[in-house]
């Protein structure tokens, strides 16, 4: 099993990709937990985040990398909003094998799986229905924002590393094996955090603007609807690194600024130097899943996002990171990222909801989203 890193998440080199190979594999779930080594495997009862954490100081012992899928399912494990035996999360420790020059040409083709349709679409009108039982709920005080997405599947004979090559990988590009015929294929352009030099960054997204538009940035810039949004979503990550963060070292940046190929974003910059011993799990604890693609407050919003999204995340809008050596941290939000399973894509896109949102401009924002699938499926 291998996995391939954009350039971007290793020294911004973007014109090159890297190759690591996986030693190990450990499949975490509520109730118990395997591990996969030389062909043979082991089995653990003990508490999830006992065992991230373990997993990360092996790593480190060993001089690996660790590569984390953690699901969004993981959140619900986190706020006690599932009981069931989903899988939430899967870890890799691996080491470096090379450095690739990029290739976009790359002909190999993928087995189609011809049980699922060639094209899956969400209906307008069940998105729409949706998004008025999250009004009503934003008219009754049970949440100020909910993030509400639906998914999109395509069946496609492209495999998925011809599907990686073709992305833009603008920000955080990997091409990760779960398994044979499961690839989570990353090319988001969001940070769920970072830590460097004992400094925690997180920097949530909100506020999307279609590039197609005539004076897009200015539009989006002067937005209320989009500025109040993204306030609100960085007062929740103020407060969700606060207890991990030493008193008086908090840093806010607010609005930045980002243009993507085909939408630009506004996003924020919240950061601090984090308190002695804190683990992965204590970070993950605090910020997932993100509160960009939940929304505020996070546990009741989380349990809204259950009744009014029909479909299980999964891997979408969980996170992709990478621990490296030397104890750095990066972990994404998987957003703009495809899931391949056996010859179906499946894609996850949406926004937040808030008093100020017009049900068809969130409509088309999901569509807007989704125009990179174009380039990558056809």
């Known amino acids: 099993m291998k996995i391939l890193i954009n350039g971007k998440w290793i020294d911004k080199l973007d014109q090159f990709f890297f190759e690591f190979v996986v030693q190990e594999k450990y499949y975490i779930f509520r109730n118990n937990s395997f591990l996969f080594k030389n062909g043979g495997f082991q089995r653990f009862k003990e508490d999830p985040e006992l065992i991230i954490d373990r997993i990360r100081e092996k790593a480190q012992r060993e001089d690996s990398y660790l590569f984390s899928l953690v699901f969004y399912e993981y959140g619900e494990y986190l706020f006690d909003i ?31 799986n011809k049980k699922y349709p060639k094209y899956e679409f969400p209906e307008k009108d069940d998105y729409l229905k949706s998004y008025e039982r999250v009004r009503e709920n934003i008219i009754s005080g049970n949440t100020y924002q909910l993030n509400l997405t639906r998914r999109i599947n395509i069946r496609r004979d492209r495999s998925p590393e011809n599907v990686f090559y073709r992305a833009d990988n603008e920000v955080y590009g990997a091409l990760f094996p779960i398994s044979s015929k499961r690839y989570v294929i990353s090319d988001s352009p969001e940070l769920l955090f970072e830590v460097v030099d004992e400094k925690i960054t997180v920097k949530p997204i909100k506020g999307t603007v279609s590039k197609k538009l005539k004076d897009y940035k200015r539009r989006l810039l002067d937005s209320e ?32 600024y980002m243009e993507l190929k085909d939408v630009a974003h506004l996003y924020s910059v919240v950061s601090g130097k984090l308190k002695k011993n804190i683990t992965l799990s204590n970070i993950l604890r605090k910020v997932f899943p993100g509160g960009s693609i939940t929304g505020v407050p996070k546990k ?68 807007d989203k989704a125009k990179k699938l174009e380039r990558l499926l056809g």
């Open 82 to 112: 599932n009981s069931d035996n989903h899988l939430l999360a899967f870890f890799a420790i691996a080491r470096f094998s090379k450095k690739l020059k990029k290739d976009k040409d790359i002909k190999k083709n993928s087995i189609q």
């Open 225 to 256: 609807k989009d500025n109040r949004e993204l306030m609100m979503i960085t007062d929740l990550l103020r407060n969700d690194i606060a207890s991990l963060i030493q008193k008086k070292t908090l840093d806010v940046i607010f609005p930045e």
């Open 300 to 367: 009741r919003t989380m349990e809204l996002i259950k009744e009014n999204e029909p479909d299980k995340r999964g891997f979408y809008t969980g996170s992709f990171g990478i621990t490296f050596p030397d104890g750095r941290m990066s972990f994404n939000i998987l957003i703009r990222s495809l899931f391949y399973d056996r010859g179906l894509y499946k894609y996850g896109s949406g926004g937040g909801i808030t008093w100020w949102s017009k049900p068809d401009q969130e409509y088309d924002e999901l569509l």
